[in-house]
């Protein structure tokens, strides 16, 4: 059964730090390009972060550059999102995307969401 399940979300204070992650089960992880999107209330869901295969090659939106972090560790089929200085505007639901390359090209999964609330 294929799944991508996101964990460490919470409640935490301005300029606090969170770590999320996102957990792989049911397919070859190690194919996928997987990214961190986030959606807060009222608004379109946007890209965060990104990070290709074997070659850690990573990419991110302007509002989150110096502040977060993607890395992937394919042995455990996890991706992390840290994420520092944490201001009100990064209030969102954040979710787990990997779309897969090579012969896995065309595939898409999604993982449900963890809710990061930043307070001023």
């Known amino acids: 059964q294929v799944q991508l399940v996101e964990s460490g979300g919470g409640l935490v204070q301005l300029g606090g730090s969170l770590t999320l992650s996102c957990a792989a089960s049911?397919?070859?992880?190690?194919?996928?390009?997987v990214s961190w999107y986030r959606q807060a209330p009222g608004n379109e869901r946007e890209l965060v972060a990104t990070i290709i295969g074997a070659s850690g090659v990573t990419n991110y939106a302007d509002s989150v550059k110096g502040r977060f972090i993607i890395s992937r560790d394919d042995a455990k089929n996890t991706v992390y999102l840290q994420m520092n200085s944490l201001k009100p505007e990064d209030t969102a639901e954040y979710y787990c995307n990997a779309v897969g390359r090579g012969r896995d090209s065309g595939i898409d999964y999604w993982g449900k969401g963890t809710l990061v609330t930043v307070s001023s």
């Open positions: 049911g397919f070859t992880f190690s194919r996928y390009v």
